[in-house]
């Protein structure tokens, strides 16, 4: 993301998993981390809005750490379909955020790994917050998250999506009454409106600073 961003390679189930950490300045508020778009359709933890929600926590104080799913990059293994994707996203949890605050975000695909991560750690892990962007639920059985999480939650949807019809997001939001915030004329990946994306997250952040 620059050029302090600092490489590292886990080891994962399937093999090597390629990770990107950037810090904040100051003693960091928690780790945060963050999944990108689908694999199959060119998703990498550097597309832009992958970065721009990395870019949100840092500037919030967040230690940020994105990664490659399995078979993206220099991560090992092939694509699993969600189950082995959400595997590397618990190990990295595991490796690097092991303690403390924690902030579990995600984008597109990504965003719908993201809920079953935080459905896994919910129990055991102080989750500060949730930051869904894009949230794949047309094709994908999005995890229902407990309602103590939803003041923690910003649930981001574009209102001219073409990827992921913002009906399909509604759906999965309105039987658990969680808000979905709409950036109107939004497409799926919010061309000419990621600054208007970066202050969005930003603002609910600062705003579960305690």
Partial sequence: MNSQTEKISLQGAAGAIEVQRDQPAGTPRGIAVIAHPHPLFGGTMDNKVVQTLARAFVSCGWTTVRFNFRGVGASEGVHDEGRGELEDMLNVVGQ??????????????????????AERLWATRDIKQIVLVGTAAARNTVATLPVEAHDRMLVVHGEADDTVPLAAVMDWARPQSLPVTVIPGGGHFFHGQLPLLKSLVARHLRAGIE
């Fill in 96 to 117: 690097l955020a092991l303690e403390g605050p924690l902030a579990i975000a995600g984008f597109s695909f990504g965003a719908f790994v993201a809920t079953g991560a």
